[in-house]
């Protein structure tokens, strides 16, 4: 029996011109999305039309909390103690809980923003500060974070349900983390290729890392990012070679 | 029988050293407390702080809404349209319900702040979209506004419990609204005077207007300020006074 | 003598992977660059950025200040006294020039953000607020403003230099404003459409409008969306178009 | 011949009602005030007002650049780089210095805020971004920092001026360092007992620590909180206290 994979992205971060039409765009392809919620990007406007439109289309509604910094899109690193982790998920986490119950739908997932989902990676206590918001919130939601990481385990021992993430179109390191941005083969641009790769490794639970080394990388879920030209066409392409081997697509 | 009166506060929007001190403080005198919700001024830690006082206080917790203008505190207005009002409120009731939800408390009451209240008095499609943001949320909670204005008007016309607000240390004009901030008598500095105005109005319906016209004001819940020195004094002794002359002080 | 022509563009606005290029690649064609000045949008690392970069590809370099709302992108009309206006673009003048002085470069001219840039046509005391900001300032910069309106009145009044701006993919309205973008026929797409239509508009002064009225608009600078898919292509063949007719492409 | 001192207050940093007349109390008393810049606290209003009246009172006028964390009062630590950090400071000095402009005043000073004050301590490469921002400015200003501390070396190594700051209500640990806020002896609240510790400190450089550890100290600026109730006629008696001794109070 072929494990099933779920298609994440995350909307609602853009207030240029154009954005709007791409997320809806999107909402037709990925199972889940992850929703701004005002801290690090978006505001009430995106967030009641997103969710609104995930409704609408039968798409897993998670919330996607940053840092407060929306000046730098929430990518620096805060020093906050595990307290203060935890209330700012509450916060973001009640703020889109309140859309989803405007149009019906129901909070399914939380995946923290840049430097937070970081932060759960590095310290122990703020992944479980995440995990606690979120079970407090609600013990049935699921935790998406780095396949293999902190964040996950944390869910984990609280009892909550998690989703293993995996990145499409980035690269990996020997150790299973992700290769920075700040380096030059992070990214990965071709379509074909990002496709055989994600197929691949959901077929077998096997990726290769930037040195050549063969990861085993649980996945049940796989990032999506809509914000570069033609990311859309991607993305579809993506979702059809896996449906066209057969892997189930659908939410965790 | 004498007609019961609430007393609320506007709670967790200072930053400054002291501030939350002086917030414990009112919690133990006023029998309601609105808490800034991160736009106008407020933050996850203020929320998750206020709250958890207020729970353990038993005092009626409420929602205090504003703009997205942290840089003014909420005080100037601005062009949006009822959807965007609407979005907004929801935003920030599902935020703050959030933490009533984590300390066992549960949301009594909204009550828009600053440009918010303004805005609602002048543009009956504001009011509305207040009271249809509140009424989303729970058709059980009760919305504070201006006495005789347009937002508790709305309320009542979208089925939701209301409670007039009145203001002791503001004056008021013929017209029953209050004497702008920018002007020299906006303000009543005297405790005494004040808890003598406040005691003749919850007994008689009857408030004197800065030219001397006699107004006749329903009041529910009296709004308090507790950023000035000695407020909390001030307050005590209104308080003081009101259960002397055998009004009962409790939410609405 | 042909009139030359100046080309614009909104630089430092977006946050998400893939901007910073676009920018750069922006800048080997426009010829003044106008800088999100950090209310609206935009940070010091942008405008660090694309001020080093504009002075390095000899473009002038523009204050684009906004609304301090960037949550909403600097679209919703405030209710600001004159006072309020002129110092919010004080303020953002003085932090881009700082970054001007850092990399050798100058500030060259002002050209407000949305709903600021539409609250000066429609408020006198907003247009002069901000004229006296940018007099105050320098006496000699340069205001950009819509073609024909009160911006560029306040701003001559005053004893600026000014620049009348027009709108390369956007309609016009037949008494010269634009069609605003919530109606359909808002927007042009078709590359050499625009392209015929701009050279027109600077070798004639006339440009028709969407119910066919042919409008004289003075034209000294022109300003062009770099934010959707393939606008570098579109601005690169409207500038080649310009150049090709012996229209000479510079800074007012 | 007694070494003289300065009174330092940071200003413009709260937007409750009473806060600008506090603000304009402190004025006649400090001799050099800092001005909140809009990234932790204050905003073009307060920065235009509160130039304005240290313009009229001869105040020196310091920026007081924050981290961009409006939410939570610039308190916590953020992960950026040293360009990151020079432009923070570049930005925020750029923007006061336009209303110093304004008011025929000039920038004297700059003294970092809150966790940025702090990072500059614990880190040289932040140290040194903030000084090169100030001398990048201007290599005539002059940096008020924790007095021994790494921010005042880096400002010495660029050749920039630099005040050695002491707090008048704060202790200090046997190594020089503030009791940090969370420890129940951090703060000092006898007006008498301060000002006499102050004097001691200005006239023999020694101050006591904590545990009776006698400290050595510079100290050219004190800083001095006027945000709690009475600060204003505790900083009054402060000075009133040094100018008793003869000790000359001006602008370092």
């Known amino acids: 029996m072929i494990r099933p994979i779920d ?3 995350d909307l609602g971060e853009c207030l240029g011109p154009g954005a709007p039409e791409d997320d809806a765009d999107l909402l037709d392809i990925v199972t889940s999305a992850n929703i701004a919620c005002g801290f690090h990007a978006g ?15 039968g798409v897993a509604l998670g919330a996607h909390p940053g840092l407060p910094d929306r000046q730098n899109f929430g990518r620096h690193a805060m020093a906050l103690d595990a307290d203060q982790v935890c209330s700012l998920v509450t916060y973001q986490i009640g703020a889109l809980a309140a859309f989803a119950r405007r149009y019906g739908h129901s909070l399914h997932h939380v995946k923290p923003h840049g430097a937070l989902y970081h932060m759960a990676e590095q310290d122990t206590a703020t992944a479980q500060a995440i995990a606690l918001a979120v079970w407090e919130w609600d013990p049935q939601l699921c935790v998406y974070g780095l396949s293999g990481g902190h ?3 944390a869910a984990r021992e609280q009892g909550l349900r998690t989703a293993a993430e ?3 179109d980035r690269t990996y390191q020997p150790d299973g983390t992700l290769t920075p941005r700040t380096q030059p083969d992070a990214l990965l641009y071709d379509p074909d290729f990002v496709a055989e790769r994600m197929v691949q490794l959901v077929m077998t639970g096997k990726l290769t890392a930037v040195d050549g080394t063969e990861l085993t990388l649980a996945a049940d879920t ?15 392409a993506l979702r059809d070679a896996l449906v066209e081997q057969g892997i189930p697509v659908h939410r965790p």
Chains 1, 2, 3, 4 share one sequence.
């Open 222 to 236: 796989i990032c999506l990012h809509g914000d570069t030209p033609s990311a859309v066409e991607r993305i579809r």
């Open 7 to 9: 298609l994440n992205a």
């Open 43 to 57: 505001n009430p406007d995106t967030m009641a039309r997103t969710a609104a439109r995930a409704a609408a289309c």
């Open 166 to 168: 995996v990145f499409a």
């Open 151 to 153: 964040l996950l385990r």
